[in-house]
């Protein structure tokens, strides 16, 4: 299968592991704000941006320490589906797993619409993974109702199982190369992904159960649904599905100012012309229908929120299957 993959010239590993945000070019104002939130912790873990093209990294980033990993597999990109607001960066877990063999043990895989809060990335990529190359949050909606069957593997005729969110993937770079995952996802893509999906299909679809489960605590995935009980979760990262990102005005009176901070003070000085909300800095307030409606849903969803969150005795101990 015809690769390619190149690393920023003079880049040269510290670490045995890796962060890695994905993005393409029109993404990276909004990625290098994880990037350099997760080069200012302790850390013991490298910190990349990664696509699938070649890209220069402005100083504001280079300064850092964060090098540029362009990946791809080409002979697959014409079964990768993508759309307006996902192109083919979406697909970045699956070119890093291959790229990044030899040079990394284990990466952990962030999508670009995320804000690092705390927590110790290196400690959670040594987790035990159980033997499996590919740990993962469950996705939101088997928070609640963890036996719910999918859509994905509704239509692939597979029975109900754990199905994780694909916007924060960890992967043992060697488990991955041993089980043929790259081999088996070009399978799958080109046998079974049109109409079903993207990468997150396209992964629960290869790995169909077969994956380590971190806690929600490293892929918080923010919705109105969820907002509330954050602040007594304290989440390490957030992340924010679907198209309130958190620097646009439609986050306004969504999103608190806390985690978009960093986009106020970066986004106007580094990345000018990059599109954002006009008021970043400023305190919105939700509409009382709004807000009402998110306490209730989530009063509703105490018990089995609850019941998920204590399923992990840490943020650190990976479910096995």
Not at 28 to 48: M, N
Not at 182 to 206: E, I, Y
Not at 257 to 275: E, G, Q, S, T
Request: with cysteine.
């Amino acid at each position: 299968m015809t690769a390619f993959s190149q690393i920023t010239a003079g880049f040269a590993p510290r670490n045995d592991v890796a962060v890695i945000v994905a993005c393409d070019a029109n993404y990276l104002p909004y990625a290098a704000i994880p990037a350099l939130q997760l080069a200012e912790a302790d850390r013991g873990y490298d910190v990349l941006i990664g696509g699938p093209e070649p890209l220069e990294l402005p100083p504001l980033l280079r300064n850092a320490g964060i090098a540029h990993l362009a990946a791809r597999q080409d002979q697959i990109m014409d079964a990768l589906p993508t759309d307006a607001r996902r192109s083919v960066a979406t697909y970045m877990e699956l070119f890093a797993a291959a790229a990044l063999r030899g040079i990394y043990r284990r990466i952990l895989v962030l999508d670009s619409d995320v804000v690092f809060e705390r927590g110790d990335p290196r400690r959670l990529l040594c987790a035990d993974m159980g033997g499996h190359a590919v740990a993962a949050v469950r996705d939101n909606r088997q928070w609640r109702t963890p036996k719910r069957r999918m859509r994905e593997f509704r239509e692939l005729g597979l029975s109900a199982r754990p199905y994780f969110n694909a916007g924060v993937v960890m992967i043992d770079t060697e488990a991955w190369a041993e089980h043929d995952l790259t081999g088996r996802a070009a399978g799958f893509a080109r046998d079974h992904l049109a109409g079903l999906g993207r990468d997150q299909a396209l992964m629960n679809g290869v790995l169909a159960g077969d994956w380590a489960e971190i806690s929600p605590l490293w892929n918080w995935q923010f919705t109105w649904s969820s907002a509330q009980i954050m602040a007594i979760a304290d989440p390490c990262i957030v992340h924010f599905i679907g198209p309130h990102k958190p620097w646009l005005d439609s986050a306004d009176a969504r999103v608190p100012m806390r985690l978009r901070k960093d986009y106020a003070a970066i986004l106007p000085r580094h990345f000018p012309d990059a599109p954002r909300g006009a008021a970043l800095d400023r305190r919105h307030w939700p509409a009382r229908r709004d807000l009402g409606k998110s306490m209730f849903k989530q009063w509703r969803a105490v018990g089995p929120m609850l019941e998920y969150l204590g399923r992990f005795p840490d943020e650190y101990t990976l479910l096995q299957p």
